[in-house]
């Protein structure tokens, strides 16, 4: 069984809808995969009807941005309800604050003598509820500021770099909570990815523990050998979910093919396990899980 627990669309920043995400899941092989656009289930309802046509098991989840001790901390969450109250204000504020944020990135890159339009941008994110920097970064590619997403990163849109503003982002216990209550289980993305700062240490993972948190993604592009092997045993030691996925966003980033990093069923199971156990808990209608 192959499991694929971390990818995006575009109902985000990803370059494939979300029928397509699930079309080529179905042809590298996957037998689950999980759909998780920012801060947004957008995607959901075409995915999963894709994914019933194909028997393709869909997990519906999205990437939330938190911040802890300062530091951006992505933090999927798996079948909760997407309309529990106080999670939709929440993710609102989220949402607003990408919204907010694309003047001044404008304003930072024209300074720098890079002028682009907030229209240009609004085009590359069509109906994607969340304004992320890598439609900026289209946008930078497709006017030759840029060579790729990767470059106009670097150059661009990086802390330090004239496009860089940053946003809002609810606290990342907050957010676990919030998860919870609204049936579902949250996870810590790539906890030691190029932003992170590493502030997610045992002390803090601990903390986040007895907050709800009930996994660790361990397997991901931006984990080194031993990242890897240090995070699998702090997860041991927490007794939370292992879990591995490829961050898939289509041509929008290299090195993330489908399916490059999987999770394993045991730990999948777990996962849903604890997701049945929160659902309960929280008395909240949550998605289901086509073809589990
Ligand atoms: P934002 O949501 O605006 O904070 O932008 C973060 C998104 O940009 C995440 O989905 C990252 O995967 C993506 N991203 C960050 N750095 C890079 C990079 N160097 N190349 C391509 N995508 C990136
Ligand atoms: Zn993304
Ligand atoms: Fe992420
Ligand atoms: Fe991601």
Do not use: C
């Not at 404008?106 to 304004?131: H, M, R, Y």
């Not at 931006?222 to 699998?232: E, F, I, K, P």
């Amino acid at each position: 069984m192959r499991i694929d627990l971390h990818t995006h669309s575009t109902a985000s920043d990803g370059t494939v809808a979300p029928a397509g995400v699930v079309e080529a899941a179905a042809d590298a092989g996957l037998d689950v995969l999980a759909l998780t656009d920012h801060d947004s289930a957008a995607g959901w309802a075409e995915a999963t009807a894709r994914a019933a046509e194909l028997e393709l098991t869909l997990v519906p989840g999205m990437e939330i941005s938190t911040r802890h001790e300062g530091a951006g901390v992505h933090l999927l969450g798996y079948v909760l309800d997407p309309t529990y109250p106080p999670l939709v204000e929440e993710l609102d504020r989220v949402l607003a604050g990408r919204e907010a944020r694309l003047p001044g990135i404008l304003a930072g890159l024209a300074g720098a003598g890079v002028v682009i339009t907030e229209q240009e941008v609004l085009d590359q994110v069509g109906e994607a509820p969340a304004i992320g920097r890598p439609h900026v970064a289209d946008v930078l590619v497709a006017r030759g500021f840029a060579a790729d997403r990767d470059d106009a990163f670097q150059t661009w849109l990086e802390p330090g770099r004239p496009g860089f503003v940053s946003r809002y982002a609810t606290a990342t216990a907050d957010m676990i909570r919030l998860v919870v209550e609204a049936g579902g289980v949250a996870v810590i993305a790539h906890p030691w990815g190029r932003a992170s700062r590493r502030v997610l240490d045992l002390a803090a993972l601990e903390g986040l523990t007895s907050s709800g948190l009930t996994g660790l993604e361990v397997d991901h592009h931006d984990h080194t050998t031993s990242d890897r092997a240090t995070l699998r045993s702090i997860a041991e030691s927490l007794d939370l979910v292992v879990t591995g996925s490829s961050d898939y966003h289509g041509a929008g980033k290299v090195g993330h093919a489908l399916g490059s990093e999987t999770t394993a069923p045991e730990q999948y199971e777990r996962l849903l396990a604890a997701a049945d156990l929160n659902a309960s808990g929280s008395g909240r209608q949550v998605p289901a899980v086509v073809g589990r």
